[in-house]
């Protein structure tokens, strides 16, 4: 089974939603994708860094969930980093309403030595300087890299993002980034730019409305699970993210066919994250409820077309 290095943010949020609010609670990109990926049992280690107020009890709660905390950094005298939002109505946008990037501002992930040999990396969204320097501290060429990227960066530092995008076999990002940094409306042509700068698979995240996957002319298309209620869409496309590569951890398979399960089983824990503020819902997580939410994505995809 291969090993899985997961760089990112371990932060607090603070979150408003047309169904509540919270104070400060578990966040950050790597949290995320760590608790997706610990469903597949994966050897999976988080690289990120965290102030003096952030708690012994959620770097506990990680290590049951079987994630390698040792590559979180702590910094005693500073504060973790810290995000407050609120959603709208339509809870697909929202407004940022405190950015404080604390210990995050100076940032220098240091890959520990029992996982720079490892077979897939998950690049969280991070400055692309950051995630270029975690790249050069791999001691041999993963099987898989995958990236994750936002508008901020393309704004501020596109240069260095075409630059890593260049060592990278994935890219994940939503459909607003993806015509942002493309410079193409439609998606299929926005694929198809974004391959030309280097990475081979484009996921394009398209919220409720599911996940594009492109390789070479080849699509792929799974939608998200109607839900009756969703609470918090925050960290969703980073469990996205975690269970794409936490599946392909597992399964040691990286060809297009098998990205299509990656996507699903991507989109089925993403289903349960959005069900509860932070990162509640996916603590609780049993792997029966997973297996009883994958049979009705099957059932909600699966079926045979007459042709008369």
Same mark, same amino acid.
């Given at each position: 089974m291969s090993k899985? @290095?997961?760089?990112?943010?371990?932060?607090?949020?603070?979150i408003e939603t047309p169904f509540g609010k919270t104070d400060k609670i578990l966040g950050g990109s790597g949290t995320f994708v760590g608790?997706?990926?610990?469903?597949?049992?994966?050897?999976?280690?988080?690289?990120?860094?965290?102030?003096?107020?952030?708690?012994?009890?959620?770097?506990? /709660? /990680?290590?049951?969930?079987?994630?390698?905390? +040792?590559?979180i950094e702590i910094i005693k005298e500073g504060k973790t980093f810290f995000w407050s939002g609120k959603y709208h109505n339509d809870m697909n946008s929202r407004d940022t309403?405190?950015?404080?990037?604390?210990?995050? *501002?100076?940032?220098?992930?240091?890959?520990? *030595?029992?996982?720079?040999? +490892?077979?897939?990396? /998950? &690049?969280?969204?991070?400055?692309?300087?950051?995630?270029?320097?975690?790249?050069?501290? /791999?001691?041999?060429?993963?099987? @898989?890299?995958? &990236?994750?990227?936002?508008?901020?960066?393309?704004?501020?530092?596109?240069?260095? &993002?075409?630059?890593?995008?260049?060592r990278v076999d994935v890219v994940t990002i939503n459909d607003e980034e993806a015509r942002q940094l493309s410079g193409e409306y439609s998606l299929v042509n926005a694929a198809k730019k974004i391959h030309s700068m280097g990475p081979k698979y484009v996921v394009i995240k398209k919220g409720e409305h599911g996940a594009l996957l492109f390789n070479e002319g080849k699509m792929f298309f799974a939608p998200a699970l109607p839900l009756a209620e969703v609470f918090d869409p925050t960290g969703a496309g980073d469990t996205f993210?975690?269970?794409?590569?936490?599946?392909?951890?597992?399964? *040691?398979?990286?060809?297009?066919?098998?990205?299509?399960?990656?996507?699903?089983?991507?989109?089925?824990? +993403?289903?349960?994250?959005?069900?509860?503020?932070g990162t509640e819902r996916m603590e609780q997580l049993t792997k029966n409820e997973v297996k009883n939410r994958l049979q009705a994505f099957k059932d909600l995809t699966q079926f045979d077309i007459e042709l008369s």
């Open positions: 899985l @290095l997961a760089v990112g943010t371990v932060a607090f949020d603070a608790l997706a990926a610990s469903q597949f049992g994966v050897e999976i280690g988080v690289v990120s860094v965290v102030g003096g107020d952030f708690s012994d009890h959620y770097l506990e /709660m /990680m290590n049951t969930k079987g994630i390698n905390t +040792a590559g309403l405190i950015t404080e990037l604390n210990v995050l *501002e100076n940032f220098n992930p240091v890959v520990p *030595e029992n996982f720079k040999d +490892a077979s897939i990396v /998950m &690049l969280g969204n991070l400055h692309p300087l950051t995630q270029a320097s975690v790249l050069d501290q /791999m001691s041999k060429q993963p099987k @898989l890299v995958v &990236l994750d990227t936002m508008n901020f960066w393309m704004d501020i530092a596109l240069n260095d &993002l075409h630059d890593v995008l260049k993210a975690g269970g794409f590569c936490g599946y392909l951890a597992k399964t *040691e398979d990286i060809s297009f066919e098998n990205m299509k399960n990656a996507i699903i089983y991507g989109s089925n824990l +993403a289903s349960f994250c959005v069900e509860k503020f």
